[in-house]
């Protein structure tokens, strides 16, 4: 069976209308920056009372660590 070939069908042309307009769409972004640079100074906060809280535990260690080392081994040279 021959294959024929199809008419090609005409789509119609639509013409795309913004949602919002470049000065809204530049304020959104604006906007947006401002969130994020809020966002990122609290993540810098929490990760420096993190570091605060874990710092003595991390020397505490530290120490137990070279304690361990001198009490088995003696003095390091």
Do not use: C
């Not at 005409?10 to 913004?18: A, C, D, F, L, Y």
């Not at 990760?47 to 390091?76: C, V, W």
């Amino acid at each position: 069976m021959p294959r024929t070939a199809k008419k090609a069908t005409k789509v119609q042309e639509t013409k795309v209308v913004p949602l919002i307009t470049r000065q809204e769409y530049i304020a959104d972004i604006k906007v947006r920056w401002q969130i994020h640079t809020e966002e990122v100074a609290k993540l810098g906060e929490d990760m420096q009372k993190a570091y605060d809280f874990l710092l003595p535990f991390f020397k505490k260690y530290a120490n137990f660590i070279r304690e361990s080392y001198t009490r088995e081994f003696g003095p390091a040279k």
